[in-house]
């Protein structure tokens, strides 16, 4: 399934947004409004029962009362939008009424729904329900006592012109609500693109970066929003990180071919130099000899490159299992006592705990090894090598490879974790060594989630310390 851009993602989004806020504003304006005209009727009808109350209250004839109770009703209009009773509890007949009891209004009337009576003294407002064509009326029932009787006025008046103009006022939040909504989903699309114009600028100069030209254009963004600010730093970070790293592959490359040229150089000249002229078989041996060592040493150059690039490909352990620390090492320091004692040399294991890691014995072998075949090549010629193991009170075990050195300068020590870096240049090419030994030490231990550290003094000698995680048994 094709991804959704983004662009088209924020506009519907902003869209229904608009919509959801257009459509509760209508909502809220509408229920205002109705309600309000509906408060204006009631209003209405409240003025209308205190004004037939007071009416009534006055010593006037009969027919002049009931010519005031029309005219405050306006049941005496043409239009005659009012009706009203008026009746005394326990008599038969109203006192005054509007309309003749046959009249379909009337009959509504003078048969209320008895939860409707109010108690006396007060009064209710109620809506008399729509029913054969009279349209919508809301009503006002008012009773009060005169004396021992009690006195029932009933004041009823159409609201069709409310819920006329409620329903013009909806037509109308319909169209502008409709309207805005369309123009608002017309200019989303505009708007959106408008904000993510450093997106799209950004897009373009990332399509002009070469290798050549990334160390030039790691600020690729200028002054962006605030929400874009993790965007920038992020793909600026990841633009340092890509150009140390093509750097780096440069100077690998560049190590690489040199370390190789320097070995074939010497093999081309002399197997040159045996066919410059005949020789005897001792000296045809003697530089037979001498190419094969220079063959060795590619082909161990060779060997840590494929490694190295092993273990770059590989993001987990192959076949971790359970590894004895102790054992390991220790049978480690008994193979490269022989080598160690024919440069005059010892390789001391001091006997450490029965400590066990999680990770690819191989691995670990090919790690410490490098370790300890460092530390006899840098090392004092005829020093001692001494292998440590011991268990932290954390969840992690220490093992440190010491020698009697010390000869680093300070301000090199960060480096020497660095692919084909050579403290002394001339003295690794003399003794064979290629600069990539600590590296594949360093990637090893981290593949074991472990971490190396290297120190150097003079006084002290040169410790490099591993430390790596306890094998926590289940």
Known sequence: ????????????????????????????????????????????????????????????????????????????????????????????????????????????????????????????????????????????????????????????????????????????????????????????????????????????????????????????????????????????????????????????????????RTPLAIMKSTLQALRMQPRTAAEYEEGVDDALLDVNRMEQLVGQLLTLTRLDAQDELPDPTEVRLDVLLKSLAEAFRDRAARQGATVTWTDGPASSVRGNETELRQLFSNLIDNALRHGPRTGDVQITLTEDTGPQVTVCVHDEGGAIPPEKLPYVFDRLYRVDPSRSQAGGGAGLGLAIARQIVRRHQGTIAITSDPSTGTSVTVQLPRYERA
């Open 1 to 260: 399934m094709k991804p959704v851009s983004i662009r088209l993602q924020l506009s519907l989004m902003m869209s229904l947004l608009t919509l959801i806020i257009i459509a509760v504003l209508s909502t809220a304006a509408y229920i205002e409004f109705k309600e309000s005209l509906l408060r204006n009727i009631d209003t209405t009808l409240r003025a209308m029962a205190q004004g037939i109350r007071a009416e009534l209250d006055e010593e006037d004839s009969r027919e002049h009362q009931e010519a005031e109770l029309r005219a405050i009703t306006g049941s005496d209009t043409s239009r005659g939008h009012g009706r009203y009773r008026v009746w005394v509890e326990g008599r038969g007949e109203d006192l005054f009424s509007s309309d003749q009891p046959d009249d379909p209004l009337m009959q509504q009337l003078l048969h209320l729904p008895e939860e409707e009576q109010p108690e006396a003294e007060s009064l209710r407002l109620f809506n008399i329900d729509e029913g054969a064509g009279l349209g919508v009326f809301r009503a006002i029932w008012m009773r009060y006592r005169i004396g021992p009787e009690v006195m029932n006025i009933l004041v009823a008046r159409s609201s069709a012109h409310v819920y006329h103009e409620v329903g013009e006022f909806l037509r109308l939040l319909l169209v502008l609500g409709g309207s805005v909504t369309l123009l608002g989903v017309l200019l989303v699309r505009t708007i959106v693109s408008w904000g993510l114009r450093p997106v799209a600028a950004v897009g373009r100069r990332l399509e002009q970066i070469t290798h050549r030209s990334l160390a030039d254009e790691v600020q690729v963004m200028g002054e962006v929003p605030a929400e874009l600010r993790p965007f920038k730093s992020a793909l600026e970070s990841m633009l340092l990180r890509l150009n140390k790293t093509l750097q780096q592959q440069e100077q690998l490359t560049a190590d690489v071919a040199h370390e190789l």
